[in-house]
Structure formats: structure tokens, C-alpha cells
């Protein structure tokens, strides 16, 4: 079997129409576009990356299946005020633990103009947080884990702002490294769109994903460092 040739123009092409026209009517008018150039170029593409992540230390789960390592483009409507249906972008992770949404993980953003990258854990239980914690404290782990957003960074990825406005009841201080101590999660991830590599148009598509997904994952890493 020939391997990913990299996602087509028609793949950008589809996204940015759901973007422009988000309806159900569109989505349901261009429902083979969303099959033949978003999901099926998309499930090959985890597809081979499934034994490159595999065999990284800590292993990374790859699953070419929906709300596997394709997250649904469906949007949750029932609390929000945004009532547009779907989210206008191919989000793929790869993870490590029982669930992609709740476990250190790497995430691959692909919208119709542009990328993004994500590295790290959107929330911890309080057993995790307190592993964090204790672990962020220590100068030695600290150390280890700034070098590793550092390299995130490089490459487009960074801290928001810390969930808490204080320090937690009981938590002493480490000077001016206390924005880590008040996150109730930690998330390096690009905050505008980036450019879309050349690399994913072609046939260096697998190879390109796997040289930034390597890149990144010191960051989760040490999550499951920390808090397996």
C-alpha cells in the first residue's frame, strides 16, 4: 500500500467552506468533500503515524477512528451561546493514557487558513494536581520541564494564563515561577494560526509530523512523568 501523500489543497479547501458556511445544510450538501478530503485523507494519516508514536518513550496511542485521534467536528450546543454547529477544523491527538481527552497528550490542528499545535493536559483530578504540584516545586523538575515549553516555544506553542488569580490555600511560593502552581491544567498551544507547512501538502507529510510530535513531547512527558 502506497504511503500518505499529504493532505490535499481540497482538505484546506473544505474546511475553510464549513468556516465560511456554518450550517447543517452546507455540511450536508458537501457531505462527500467532509468524507473523501477531510476524514479519509485523516484516518490515513494517523494511520501511519500510529507505530511512530508507538514506539516513543512514553507511548502515544495513534487511533484512526472518530473520537479516537479525530476529534468530532460536531460542537456540544447544549450550554453554549455560540450555536454554530460544527468546529471548522480537522483536531487530531495522540495521546498517552486511558483517554484522549483527559491524559497528557499532543494535539495536530489543521483550519482551511492556517495550523496549530498543542502539547500538554487541558485539566488534572486532584490527585494529579497535586502530583504536579509537588512535582513544579522541586527546582530540579521545574528546571526540566521550562526547558521542555522552551523548545514548545520554538516552535509556536505556549503558556496562557494561569486558571487561578492566587496561589492555592496551603501552596507555598516559588518566586516567579508561581504562575505554574496556579494552573489548574498545563497546555503549551498555539493561540493564533500558523502556517501550514509545506511538508503536510507532500509526501514528507508522516515524516514532518513525527520530527514535531518528537519535538513536543518533553512537555507531556513529563506529565506522565509526574502524574501516572
Do not use: C
Request: a positive charge; glycine letters at 8%; charged letters at 20%.
Amino acid at each position: 500500500m502506497p504511503g500518505f501523500s499529504g493532505f490535499s489543497k481540497a482538505t484546506f479547501g473544505y474546511l475553510a467552506g464549513l468556516e465560511a458556511n456554518n450550517s447543517k445544510d452546507w455540511f450536508a450538501a458537501n457531505r462527500a468533500a467532509y468524507e473523501d478530503d477531510l476524514i479519509a485523507p485523516a484516518l490515513d494519516f494517523v494511520a501511519e503515524l500510529a507505530p511512530v508514536v508507538a514506539q516513543m518513550n512514553p507511548a502515544y496511542q495513534a487511533v484512526p477512528k472518530m473520537n479516537g485521534s479525530l476529534r468530532r467536528l460536531h460542537r456540544d450546543l447544549r450550554f453554549s451561546k455560540d450555536k454554530t454547529p460544527f468546529s471548522p477544523r480537522l483536531h487530531l491527538v495522540f495521546w498517552h493514557g486511558s483517554h484522549p481527552n483527559r491524559a497528557p497528550a499532543i494535539h495536530l490542528v489543521l483550519h482551511g487558513d492556517g495550523f496549530g499545535l498543542g502539547v500538554g493536559q487541558w485539566a488534572m483530578t486532584p490527585a494529579e494536581l497535586a502530583a504536579y504540584r509537588a512535582a513544579v516545586a522541586r527546582p530540579a523538575r521545574r528546571t526540566k520541564l521550562k526547558a521542555a515549553l522552551k523548545t514548545a516555544e520554538s516552535l509556536g506553542a505556549t503558556l496562557g494564563d494561569p486558571e487561578l488569580a492566587r496561589l492555592p490555600k496551603g501552596v507555598e511560593s516559588i518566586g516567579e515561577d508561581d504562575h505554574f502552581l496556579r494552573r489548574k491544567g498545563l497546555v503549551a498551544r498555539s493561540h493564533t494560526r500558523l502556517p501550514v507547512p509545506a511538508e503536510l501538502l507532500g509526501p514528507g507529510a508522516v515524516d514532518y509530523a513525527s520530527t514535531l510530535i518528537r519535538a513536543v513531547a518533553p512537555v507531556s512527558d513529563w506529565l506522565v512523568e509526574t502524574t501516572a
